[in-house]
């Protein structure tokens, strides 16, 4: 167990909706980064949030966004949804606000569906 | 842009012998680069971190290599176990960012 926790686990939506995950990183870690994982993909990075501020950007759609709130919790929207937004979205912690200097500790992961 | 290579094939290893996993990198001068282990369907897991200015780091059965000037990293499992299977993924670090390579399966026959 990571201490990171990720909900919900599984998510089944439409395309054109909008959903949102809901991340609590582990206690005392300031930064929190967004994944998305699909099979052809690999794990691409999102964006990172620490202590409340946005750190860096990586490849996010314009209909993506997050943010992390004064209890540390962060929460990535997705919307209007489309079928290749279907995959894993797995959020991490470290303590740091440096990426690479780091090691992350990873969520179990939300798995959407698009359908 | 910045390219991350490891092998895409699975790495397929007697129980016991030592797992040789390999990361190359290009357009891109990592000052730290970390390995993952990923179960399939659950969140990667820190394995070791090696910096720059270190050629070479160990942990327990782990072993990490970094070479800036082949632009590459060797990842050794040694003594191999069935519960080593898993993909194991290599990611290039800066102060601002860390890009994941896409992974390397590793499968220890009993």
């Known amino acids: 167990d990571s201490g990171v926790t990720q909900t919900p686990k599984h998510l089944i939506t439409a395309t054109g909706q909008r959903v949102t995950l809901r991340c609590s990183p582990r206690s005392g870690d300031l930064s929190v980064y967004w994944y998305q994982q699909s099979l052809d993909q690999g794990l691409q990075f999102l964006i990172q949030y620490y202590n409340g501020e946005e750190r860096a950007k990586g490849n996010i759609l314009e209909r993506f966004s997050a943010q992390q709130f004064p209890d540390l919790h962060s929460e990535l929207n997705l919307s209007s949804l489309e079928l290749g937004d279907s995959a894993l979205y797995f959020c991490a912690s470290s303590g740091g606000g440096l990426a690479g200097v780091y090691e992350q500790y990873f969520g179990p992961g939300t798995r959407l569906t698009v359908t | 842009s910045q390219k991350i290579e490891q092998n895409s094939e699975a790495l397929n290893i007697q129980e016991g012998k030592t797992a040789t996993l390999t990361c190359n990198y290009t357009?891109?001068?990592?000052?730290?680069l970390q390995w993952y282990r990923q179960d399939p369907g659950r969140g990667p897991v820190f394995l070791l971190l090696?910096?720059?200015?270190?050629k070479e780091k160990r942990k327990e059965r782990l072993k990490v290599t970094f070479d800036t000037t082949l632009k590459q990293s060797l990842f050794h499992i040694t003594a191999s176990q069935p519960a080593d299977s898993a993909t194991y993924l290599c990611?290039?670090?800066?102060?601002?960012?860390?890009?994941f390579g896409s992974g390397t399966r590793l499968l220890v026959r009993p």
């Open positions: 990611a290039l670090g800066s102060s601002y960012k860390l890009i």
């Open positions: 357009n891109y001068s990592p000052a730290y």
């Open positions: 090696i910096r720059e200015n270190e």
